[in-house]
């Protein structure tokens, strides 16, 4: 009966590790999704940037 009763403790321990994998996956997909709008942020930073130069350098 020990083992039965170790071996339920050890599953439940696995699904509550499984479960905090998981809820991770979903904060690393987040993060992946925050850096991509950051990156096309700059981008947009980055060509106005650009474009006041080539202004300024024709004005």
Same mark, same amino acid.
């Given at each position: 009966m020990? #083992?039965?009763k170790e071996l339920e403790? +050890?599953?439940r321990?696995?699904?509550e590790i499984d479960?905090?994998?998981r809820k991770?996956?979903?904060e690393i997909k #987040?993060?992946?999704e925050m850096?991509? +709008?950051i990156e096309e942020m700059l981008g947009i930073v980055r060509g106005i940037g650009e474009e006041r130069n080539l202004l300024w350098?024709?004005?």
């Open positions: 020990g #083992g039965k403790i +050890e599953e321990e696995m699904k479960g905090r994998m991770i996956e979903r #987040g993060l992946e850096g991509k +709008e350098l024709k004005g």
